[in-house]
């Protein structure tokens, strides 16, 4: 067997699997649409943000 490379043994400990697992379970039109909804929330976080600030 090949020796593991340090680095990226060191960054897959900073990784959570089972969510890489959850995601992956679902079909490529679910992750499309919680991608969506992610941008939607992103889209009014950075509009209440703007309002805050008086930009908007």
Known sequence: MAAM????????RDV???LLRE???RTPEERVL???ELL???E???RA???L???A
Request: net charge positive; glycine share 6%; no cysteine.
């Open 23 to 25: 995601n992956l379970r």
């Open 40 to 42: 939607r929330a992103a």
């Open 49 to 51: 943000g703007r309002r």
């Open 5 to 12: 490379d340090p680095l990226i043994e060191a960054l897959k």
């Open 53 to 55: 600030r008086g930009e």
């Open 34 to 36: 919680e991608l969506m």
């Open 16 to 18: 959570d699997r089972t």
């Open 44 to 46: 009014e976080f950075a």
